[in-house]
């Protein structure tokens, strides 16, 4: 099982790009998954959570109205959009499969996830 991130790069402050999230080996359809990043020297936090249905969707405050989740279950893919970059935003992202299927119970806790994707690097320079 095996989660793919890519989509990462150098961009400039107010620019944009779409990370996106591939699964291979099983299916997550069933699983909410979500973004992650970790900054250097920071801990890793929460960016964004999406549901198994793509109904429901939750945001790390600072990053609302600029980053939007999706997901095309066909394709087993999840995506992350950003738009309107800032350089606080520089850091690696993470992809994650949820651990409970058609439920979450901690959508914002890296507890709460079963499988990682290698990460991709933003920068966003100013």
């Known amino acids: 099982v095996q989660l793919q991130a890519s989509g990462g790069g150098l961009v400039q402050a107010g620019g944009s790009l779409r990370l996106s999230c591939a699964a291979s080996?099983?299916?997550?359809?069933?699983?909410?998954m979500a973004w992650f990043r970790q900054a250097p020297g920071k801990e890793r936090e929460f960016v964004a959570y999406i549901s198994w249905s793509g109904t429901t969707q939750y945001y790390l405050d600072s990053v609302k109205g600029r980053f939007t989740i999706s997901r095309d279950n066909a394709k087993n893919t999840v995506y992350l959009q950003m738009n309107s970059l800032k350089p606080e935003d520089t850091a690696v992202y993470y992809c994650?499969?949820?651990?409970?299927?058609?439920?979450?119970?901690?959508?914002?806790?890296?507890?709460?996830?079963?499988?990682w994707g290698q990460g991709t690097l933003v920068t966003v320079s100013s």
């Open positions: 994650a499969a949820n651990r409970h299927t058609y439920s979450v119970r901690n959508y914002g806790s890296t507890g709460d996830y079963d499988y």
């Open positions: 080996g099983r299916s997550f359809s069933s699983n909410g």
